[in-house]
C-alpha cells in the first residue's frame, strides 16, 4: 500500500492563477481531509468528503475554495484567483471506513503564490 | 470553543535527559486525543493515542481530565527523537481534527 498520495508535491501559482491539489487515500480508505497549514502554525481542518459527498466544509473559506471526491479518481482541492495568503502547505488525510479518526497523511503540497 | 495548545514552540535537551511535551485541550464532549510527529521530510503520522495506553518509541501519555492536559513524555530522549510534535483532539460530534500549533523537540548530543 502506497499510502495517501498527493501532488503535486510543490506548486508555484502567480495572483489570480488557479490551484489545482490531488489527493489519492489509501487503498480502501473512503473518508478524505483536507488539512491547511500557515508558517508557524498547527494544521487546521478544511474540509471532509466522503466519495461524491462533501461532508464538512466548515473549515473552508467562503470564496474561491472548493472540494470534491468524485466515484473515480483523486479528490481535489480547487482555489481560484490565489492570492498571497492562500500559500501554505495543504496536507490530504485518509481513513478507512467506521474509522474516521485514524487519519493517514499524505506528504502534503507546497503553494507558494507570486 | 473547542482548542488546543501547545504552549513551548521549541523543546531543546540533551540526550538521555528527559522529555515531556505539554499539551492542553479545550472541549466541553468527551475527549479523544493524539499525538502525531513529523520528523524531516517525512510525513505527519500517528505516534500514538490516549485510548489505547500503549507506549511507542518509549513515548506515553495520559489523558488527566482534571487538568485538561494529554502530556507527551519520554524518561530518555534520543537524538532521532527530534522532531515536530503535534497534539490533536478528535471532535466526534463533527468529525474532525484539532491540532495544537506543535513542539519542536530538538535531542541533542
Known amino acids: 500500500n502506497a499510502g495517501v498520495m498527493q501532488n503535486p508535491r510543490h506548486l508555484v501559482r502567480r495572483r489570480g492563477q488557479e490551484a489545482r491539489l490531488r489527493c489519492s487515500p489509501m487503498k480502501g480508505h473512503s473518508h478524505v481531509y483536507w488539512y491547511r497549514q500557515l508558517p508557524e502554525e498547527g494544521l487546521k481542518f478544511m474540509v471532509y468528503l466522503q466519495k461524491e459527498n462533501i461532508i464538512d466544509e466548515s473549515g473552508m473559506p467562503k470564496e474561491r475554495f472548493s472540494a470534491e471526491f468524485p466515484k473515480e479518481g483523486p479528490s481535489i482541492l480547487r482555489i481560484q484567483q490565489v492570492v498571497r495568503g492562500d500559500s501554505a502547505a495543504y496536507f490530504c488525510a485518509s481513513s478507512p471506513p467506521g474509522s474516521p479518526y485514524e487519519q493517514y497523511f499524505g506528504p502534503g503540497t507546497r503553494l507558494t503564490v507570486t | 470553543a473547542q482548542r488546543v495548545t501547545q504552549p513551548e514552540k521549541l523543546l531543546s535537551v540533551f540526550k538521555g535527559a528527559p522529555v515531556e511535551l505539554k499539551c492542553n485541550y479545550s472541549?466541553?464532549?468527551?475527549?479523544?486525543l493524539f499525538w502525531y510527529v513529523q520528523y524531516s521530510r517525512q510525513r505527519l503520522q500517528l505516534l500514538l493515542r490516549?485510548?489505547s495506553r500503549e507506549s511507542i518509541k518509549g513515548f506515553t501519555a495520559d489523558l488527566n481530565k482534571g487538568e485538561t492536559s494529554f502530556h507527551l513524555k519520554k524518561p530518555f530522549a534520543q537524538e532521532e527523537d527530534s522532531a515536530m510534535y503535534y497534539c490533536?483532539?478528535?471532535?466526534?460530534?463533527?468529525?474532525?481534527?484539532?491540532f495544537g500549533s506543535g513542539t519542536r523537540l530538538l535531542v541533542r548530543p
Open positions: 490533536a483532539l478528535w471532535m466526534d460530534s463533527s468529525y474532525k481534527l484539532i
Open positions: 490516549h485510548i
Open positions: 472541549y466541553s464532549g468527551s475527549p479523544e
